[in-house]
Nanobody, 119 residues
Framework: QVQLVESGGGLVQPGGSLRLSCAAS????????MGWYRQAPEKQRELVAT???????NYADSVKGRFTISRDNAKNTVYLQMNSLKPEDTGVYYC?????????????WGQGTQVTVSS
């Protein structure tokens, strides 16, 4: 059984920073792309950033220059450093990873972590 567990969310003032972490565990053979998505109240889930196993990253236009995605392949962990946070960054942030577990290659999601940007 593969699990993704996020941590690092919380309440922060506008202009502040947070760092999210997501660790994958279980019977993992390989992890391919990893990423972060978010969902604001009454809105659809949207892509924030992704990173390939080789370290190539991609960002939503709304977070470019403020957020940085990284990963530690030895720890099966992906991070999201969020700086200059804005109220519109508020939402539940979900970790996603494409993982080969045994003979199965599938898409896995974490349970989500709340990020609230408010004064």
């Amino acid at each position: 059984q593969v699990q993704l567990v996020e941590s690092g969310g919380g309440l922060v003032q506008p202009g502040g920073s947070l760092r999210l972490s997501c660790a994958a565990s279980g019977r993992i053979f390989s992890i391919y792309a990893m990423g972060w998505y978010r969902q604001a109240p009454e809105k659809q889930r949207e892509l924030v950033a992704t990173i390939t196993s080789g370290g190539r990253s991609n960002y939503a236009d709304s977070v470019k220059g403020r957020f940085t995605i990284s990963r530690d392949n030895a720890k099966n962990t992906v991070y999201l450093q969020m700086n200059s946070l804005k109220p519109e960054d508020t939402g539940v942030y979900y970790c996603n990873a494409e993982i080969r577990a045994s003979a199965i290659r599938g898409d896995y999601w974490g349970q989500g972590t709340q990020v609230t940007v408010s004064s």
